[in-house]
């Protein structure tokens, strides 16, 4: 009898795992493969979060997280980590997600030993190396490096095929985020944070709001807290709740702008299901975020995209994800349009979400039981 491949997954960041728990899980059930996971724990805190409420144990720990750490040192450790596991584990084929470093130095670490890659996630773009940073480059050079591409979009797919990627090893799956999301949000949901539990958003118009990637420190994020303060002041009935990034430029930048500001409701980090739930009960979403371009508009939230430009042009043209940038006036313009117009309001947030069907998972483990040649035709694909 032959020996069942060994798929090993690899994360470690908190986006990074809601996105691969589901996949896990999936994999997990299969009676074809032997299921191995590996965490880099870029992420720590926020990482164990996750594999709490997924039951994910995973079968190696780099635990290489350190306070004020360097892109470089997280790639040279996790590097170092990555290549002791796989010579110890051998896997058939390793799983990576996105665009994080971890993805990266995981999809390298599999090339030096000639491992076959899977990437899950693959194909966004916005082409420009240094927007946003390092993800552009990290998803890019994991693809380099992958044998098997999982977009979720057809967008995604002609990304690939644009440079050259072999269109029989890219397959169109829908985003596993959706899947989550079935897990990670119920309406009888108790939040853990006091504050939210004991929140009524029924009264008050309640703008969730995430804001901390890297190019938009300093003054991008100044204009930004600008932005939510005169909001607030001009709405009455619109409060915000703003979990902030544990990172201390964010920390230092949000609250001096808007510590002080009534009805700015300024939360250390909430684990991930006070999250989704929080974006379930709010008016709308303001973010920096990639994932919650995708997973808001899932949940019937119109989101407005605090960056100068998006990886998701999809949600773009759907109708559900507009970009405002991180001018304060034009934050405080769109964001006034859908505070104030009901009629363009409803269009956002009942436009079909692009992303997904709650599937992807399921098209992932088809694909990779294709690729193994254990089934012979590929998974239909999602969206076409």
């Known amino acids: 009898m032959n020996k069942k491949p060994v798929v090993l997954s690899v994360f470690g960041t908190r986006p990074d795992a809601i996105k691969m728990a589901p996949l896990v899980k999936t994999i997990e059930k299969s009676d074809d493969f032997i299921s191995k996971v590996c965490v880099t724990a870029q992420h720590r805190q926020m990482l164990d979060q996750v594999l709490k409420i997924f039951s994910i144990n995973p079968d190696y720990d780099l635990d290489i997280m350190k306070d004020r750490q360097t892109l470089g040192r997280v790639t040279k450790t996790a590097l170092e980590g990555l290549e002791d596991v796989l010579g110890k584990l051998k896997p058939d084929i390793v799983l990576v997600h996105g665009d ?28 420009d190396k240094y927007f946003p940073f390092p993800e552009e480059m990290n998803r890019k050079l994991a693809g380099c490096i992958a044998d098997l591409h999982f977009a979720p979009t057809v967008t995604n797919y002609n990304n690939l095929v644009k440079e050259g990627v072999n269109p029989e090893s890219i397959y169109i799956t829908g985003n596993t985020v959706i899947d989550a999301l079935k897990v990670l949000v119920s309406k009888d949901y108790n939040f853990e944070n006091d504050l939210l539990n004991n929140f009524d958003f029924t009264l008050k118009r309640v703008i969730a709001v995430t804001a901390h990637r890297r190019e938009n420190l300093g003054k991008p994020l ?16 619109v409060e915000i709740i703003y979990p902030v990034h544990l990172n201390p430029p964010v920390q230092e930048t949000v609250r001096k702008i808007l510590g002080n500001v009534p009805k700015v409701h300024l939360l250390d980090p909430i684990q991930v299901r006070d999250m989704h739930n929080l974006m379930s009960r709010s008016y709308l979403v303001l973010t920096d975020s990639g994932g919650l371009q995708e997973e808001a508009p899932s949940l019937g939230i119109p989101v407005l995209v605090l960056r100068n430009e998006t990886e998701r042009p999809e949600a773009v043209k759907a109708g559900t994800v507009k970009v405002a940038g991180t001018d304060t006036q034009k934050i405080v313009k769109e964001t006034e349009l859908l505070l104030n ?20 998972s399921e098209r992932i483990l088809q694909a990779i039981r294709h690729w193994f040649g254990i089934i012979d035709k590929k998974p239909q694909p999602f969206g076409v």
Request: charged fraction near 20%; hydrophobic fraction near 40%; aromatic fraction near 10%.
């Open 341 to 360: 117009d009901k009629a363009e309001y409803r269009r956002m947030a009942h436009s079909v979400n692009p992303y997904g069907d709650g599937h992807a």
């Open 222 to 237: 100044e204009n930004i807290c600008l932005a939510l303060k005169e909001i607030v002041q001009k709405y009455p009935d």
């Open 100 to 127: 994080t470093t971890t993805a990266f130095v995981a999809s390298l670490a599999a090339f030096y030993a000639k491992i076959p890659v899977g990437h899950v996630e693959a194909g966004l773009r916005t082409y």
